[in-house]
C-alpha cells in the first residue's frame, strides 16, 4: 500500500456524503475479540504474539467471502513501519495511537475504502472497525457483523454463556462493542452549552470523546459520543441508545446555530470571515490554530456563510493538515516549524475556492 | 477521624498493599481520589479507572489478611495472579473469567450493572471455547517438560494438545 497515493485521498468515511452529515462526522462501530487458546496481549510473550499475529494475519488476509462484503484487505506490519507512517495511519484513524506506539509483533488489515481495519494484537488480539461517513450505524453493524463471521468460521474465540466474549479488560467483556458516532458541535461550544451535553450524557452511560478517541482532546470541536457498558446488553440495544441520542444533539446544534444567527449574526459571520481570512493567507500556522478555525470555516459553509468551498474539502484539510500527512504529501521529513510552514501553504492553495461540483482530491 | 494527608475528617479507609505488607490509609474524598488515580500516564483512561473501582472495592469489607491472600491467588492457566491483575488493570487469559469470577462480579456490576452476557454467540465454535483455553497451559507445561528434559511427560501433553486441535478441526 503505497502511502504518499493514500494521503493524497481522503477515506470515504470522511466524504461527507452520509445522512446528517452536517453535524454528524462519521458513524463507527469496533469490535474487541480474542483466541481462545492464547494469553491476553498483557500476559503474551513475544513468541505469543508472533504466532498470534502470524495465524490473524492469515486468517484476516486470505477471508473468504471478503469481496462479497466489498473489501479488499491489505495487510500493514506496524512494527515494521517507521515512525511517520505510523501517525499517519493514527491520524487518518486506521488505527488507535495505543497501537502505534506500542511494541511487539502486531498489525493491521485495512481496506483500500478505508472503510474498514482489523487491529491485530492492540489491547485485544483483534480489533475489528468499521467507518462510514454521517449516521448510519445500522449499515455499520450489518457490515461488522457480517465480517465478525467470516472471522470466526475459521476461528475459535474466547467467549463464555455467562461473560460472553472475554476481553483483556472487563469494561469491554460481553458484546465487546464500542458504537460511536463522531459529532461536530461548534455552535454549542460558542453558546457554553456543551458541558451540560456531556453531563446528560454520563448520565446515560454515554462517553465523550475527541477527535482521536481514548485520551484525546476536543479539538476543532468535534465529540465522539460511544457507549460505556459492553454487558447486559445485547448489540442492537447499545446500538439503539447510541442512535437514540443522535438526533437530540443534532437539534440542540441545530437549535444553537439558529440561535446565533437569529442573536448574533454580525458575530457570528465576523467570526466565521475571520477564520477563513486567516487560513486563506496566513504563512505559517499551527495544527491546533488550523483545527480551531477549520470549525469555524465547516460551520460557515454549513450555514451557507462561506460559498466556493465544499464539506468534503474541509473534512479532508482535517486530516491532511496533520503532522504526518504534510510530510507523506510533500514527500519530506519536515521538523515542527517548517511543517507549520507547509501546513500555511498547503491551506493557501486549497482555500483558493472549489469549482462547484467537487470531486473527491 | 481526620485524613492522614489534610485536615479534613477521612471517610475513604483503604487497605493498601506495599511490597507485600498490608497498610491501612484513612482519606478524606479528595486525597482518596488522587491516591487512587495515578499521578502520570494518561495514555489510556480506563486504567486508572479499573484501578480506583478495584482498589475501593476491595478496601470495603476486606481486612488486610483477606486481601493479602486474595492476592496471592494465581490463574492455573497462564499463572497472573490476582495482584498483578488489580495493578495493571488487565487480565492475563480467558479463564481468569472463571478462576476469579467471584471476585469480578461485583466489579461488572460497577462498571456494566450487569453480569450476564446478552446478545451475540459465536456461530460456529462456542461449544469447546475452553477447552482451546486448556490449551494454553498444557503448551506452557509441554515447554516446561521439553527445558527440565521431561521428554516422556513432554510427549503426553504434545498427544494431550494434538488431541483437543484435532477435535477443533473435525468439527469444521
Known amino acids: 500500500m503505497n502511502f504518499e497515493d493514500l494521503a493524497k485521498t481522503s477515506g470515504k468515511w470522511l466524504r461527507g456524503s452520509g445522512p446528517e452529515s452536517d453535524i454528524v462526522i462519521s458513524s463507527r462501530i469496533r469490535l474487541a475479540r480474542n483466541l481462545a487458546d492464547f494469553p491476553f496481549i498483557a500476559r503474551a510473550t513475544d513468541s505469543d504474539k508472533a504466532e498470534i499475529e502470524s495465524i490473524l494475519r492469515e486468517r484476516v488476509e486470505g477471508l473468504q467471502g471478503a469481496g462479497k462484503l466489498g473489501i479488499a484487505p491489505t495487510y500493514l506490519d506496524v512494527n515494521q513501519l517507521d515512525e511517520v507512517d505510523r501517525q499517519f495511519l493514527v491520524e487518518r484513524q486506521l488505527i488507535s495511537r495505543e497501537h502505534a506506539e506500542s511494541e511487539g509483533a502486531r498489525a493491521v488489515v485495512i481496506d483500500q475504502g478505508e472503510q474498514f481495519s482489523v487491529m491485530i494484537n492492540e489491547e485485544d488480539h483483534l480489533r475489528i472497525q468499521v467507518m462510514y461517513s454521517g449516521l448510519d450505524l445500522n449499515v455499520a453493524w450489518n457490515q461488522i457483523n457480517a465480517l465478525d463471521d467470516l472471522i470466526e468460521e475459521k476461528t475459535t474465540f474466547a467467549y463464555n454463556d455467562r461473560f460472553g466474549y472475554l476481553t483483556a479488560c472487563p469494561t469491554n467483556v460481553g458484546t465487546g462493542v464500542r458504537i460511536s458516532v463522531m459529532l461536530h458541535l461548534p455552535a454549542l461550544v460558542i453558546t457554553r452549552q456543551i458541558e451540560k451535553v456531556f453531563r446528560s450524557l454520563q448520565k446515560i452511560n454515554l462517553a465523550v470523546r475527541g477527535f482521536y478517541g481514548e485520551g484525546s482532546q476536543a479539538t476543532g470541536d468535534f465529540y465522539q459520543i460511544s457507549n460505556q457498558i459492553t454487558l447486559g446488553k445485547s448489540e442492537e440495544e447499545v446500538t439503539k441508545d447510541v442512535s437514540d441520542v443522535v438526533p437530540v444533539l443534532i437539534d440542540y446544534e441545530r437549535q444553537a446555530r439558529d440561535f446565533l444567527i437569529r442573536e448574533s449574526q454580525e458575530t457570528l459571520h465576523d467570526r466565521i470571515s475571520r477564520a477563513f481570512g486567516i487560513l486563506q493567507s496566513a504563512k505559517t500556522i499551527s495544527s491546533e490554530e488550523t483545527m480551531h478555525l477549520l470549525s469555524s470555516v465547516r460551520m460557515g459553509v454549513n450555514l451557507g456563510l462561506i460559498e466556493n468551498v465544499q464539506i468534503p474539502t474541509v473534512n479532508m484539510l482535517f486530516i491532511h493538515t496533520q503532522p504526518a500527512h504534510l510530510q507523506k504529501l510533500t514527500g519530506m521529513e519536515l521538523d515542527p516549524s517548517d511543517r507549520n510552514i507547509e501546513r500555511a501553504s498547503y491551506l493557501r492553495r486549497h482555500l483558493a475556492g472549489d469549482p462547484p461540483a467537487a470531486d473527491q482530491n | ?172
Open chain 2, 1 to 172: 477521624m481526620k485524613c492522614q494527608k489534610c485536615e479534613k475528617p477521612a471517610t475513604f479507609h483503604i487497605t493498601d498493599l506495599i511490597d507485600g505488607e498490608p497498610k491501612e490509609l484513612h482519606l478524606c474524598e479528595q486525597c482518596a481520589h488522587s491516591f487512587l488515580a495515578p499521578a502520570h500516564d494518561d495514555s489510556s483512561e480506563v486504567m486508572p479507572a479499573m484501578a480506583g473501582l478495584l482498589a475501593q472495592h476491595l478496601a470495603v469489607g476486606e481486612t488486610a489478611e483477606e486481601l493479602a491472600r486474595l492476592d496471592q491467588r494465581a490463574c492455573p492457566v497462564c499463572g497472573i495472579t490476582f495482584l498483578e491483575f488489580r495493578k495493571q488493570g488487565r487480565l492475563g487469559c480467558p479463564h481468569d473469567y472463571v478462576c476469579f469470577q467471584k471476585e469480578l462480579d461485583p466489579l461488572l456490576v460497577n462498571i456494566h450493572g450487569e453480569t450476564q452476557h446478552v446478545g451475540k454467540v459465536p456461530k460456529f465454535c462456542s461449544v469447546d471455547a475452553e477447552q482451546r483455553t486448556q490449551l494454553i497451559r498444557l503448551r506452557r507445561e509441554m515447554k516446561e517438560a521439553v527445558a527440565d528434559e521431561a521428554y516422556e511427560r513432554a510427549s503426553e501433553l504434545r498427544d494431550q494438545i494434538r488431541g483437543i486441535e484435532c477435535d477443533q478441526q473435525s468439527e469444521d
